[in-house]
């Protein structure tokens, strides 16, 4: 009885200990099933949290295109039809960087007397409602769009200050009036050029022994040059200054491989001494397409460039001459380094985005 009793005992211990692996099992299963629908929920966002993150980047991107398109359409032309808001320009370029196509430019907050745009961005998509997007798993949860925008700003305006890359100043009886012209050979010691009742400096010339020249930055060819607050000084001397034979060799491979060489350089009004102790009175950057040269000196490569009759025809340098030959032209820069004034009438603009 004893034995028997015992075996029982056993058996009935391990029927209770079998209920409870099978209730664990039970209870596992449950929370496995919420973590399930939890981590599926996750995963839901983040898919469309991803989704609107590389919305928002393509609104940002086309917000960036258009506020620049804007302020260099109005930098080349203030008051031409392009420099309008709303602009069909920023429309343009907002939905060129759309994967779709689309997007809704909101606004154009156009500042024509300080140089300045913002354009505001958002979501659009076809027979959708404005700057929303549509969500897949959010739309369980009852949040079926979002809203999604971006917006940029960009400046314009002439420079004022900045670093000329090649230390050649010119006169403003040289620049005005000839922006957008033909071809000019610019001589760099004696000939007024352009404007004949211009009297820019000491019997016509820059600067009497002066060939034009800026005083370089250290290890540089160029200069730099803050037309309000400095004057720029003067290097004498015909032959060409140092440091700018590598320039000039980029230079000729641009020009070679058909492409153009438009450098911002210095215009001056008013000359005062001579030779090395001569100052000119700078008031803003012009932009000069070059097309060929000839200088002095050994430290350009090549010194003579294109200066040929088939290439310059009778502007071509000759005998003693020394000059640039090129035009004058519109040009807007990308270029940061400069700082910004009031667009003037030379025609050099530098764009950039700011905020």
Not at 52 to 78: I, M
Not at 237 to 257: F, H, I, K, Y
Request: proline share 5%; aromatic share 8%.
């Amino acid at each position: 009885m004893w034995g028997l009793g015992d075996s029982r005992a056993v058996e009935s211990g391990r029927a209770v200990e079998s209920g409870g692996e099978n209730g664990e099992r039970g209870a596992v299963a449950v929370i496995v099933a919420v973590l399930m629908v939890a981590l599926l929920g996750f995963t839901a966002i983040a898919v469309d949290v991803g989704m609107l993150y590389a919305e928002r980047a393509q609104l940002q991107n086309g917000a960036d295109a258009a506020a620049l398109a804007v302020a260099q359409t109005c930098a080349r032309d203030l008051n031409g039809p392009a420099c309008i808001s709303p602009s069909p320009v920023a429309k343009t370029f907002a939905d060129g960087n759309a994967s779709d196509g689309l997007s809704n430019v909101q606004s154009v907050a156009l500042n024509r007397a300080g140089g300045a745009v913002t354009v505001v961005t958002g979501a659009q998509e076809s027979g959708g409602d404005p700057n929303k997007v549509s969500l897949f798993f959010a739309r369980a949860l009852g949040i079926p769009t979002a809203e999604v925008g971006a917006k940029a700003s960009a400046v314009w305006g002439s420079p004022q200050a900045g670093r000329t890359p090649f230390p050649l100043a010119f006169s403003v009886c040289q620049v005005q009036g000839y922006v957008e012209a033909g071809l000019q050979l610019l001589q760099s010691h004696g000939t007024k050029g352009g404007n004949d009742g211009c009297n820019y400096g000491p019997n016509g010339a820059p600067v009497a022994g002066g060939y034009g020249w800026l005083v370089q930055d250290p290890g540089a060819c160029g200069g730099s040059v803050d037309i309000l607050v400095m004057e720029g000084g003067s290097d004498t001397g015909n032959d060409g200054p140092s440091n700018c034979g590598p320039t000039m060799q980029r230079w000729v491979d641009e020009l070679t491989a058909g492409r153009n060489v438009i450098v911002l350089l210095p215009v001056f009004n008013q000359v005062t001494g001579t030779g090395s102790g001569a100052t000119y009175k700078l008031i803003a950057f012009a932009a000069f397409s070059v097309k060929g040269w000839k200088f002095a000196g050994n430290d350009f490569a090549p010194k003579t460039f294109r200066n040929t009759s088939a290439n310059a025809g009778t502007l071509a340098c000759t005998g003693n001459c020394r000059g640039i030959i090129g035009r004058f032209v519109k040009y807007v820069s990308l270029d940061d380094s400069y700082r910004l004034g009031p667009l003037d009438a030379f025609g050099s603009a530098v764009v950039r985005m700011s905020g």
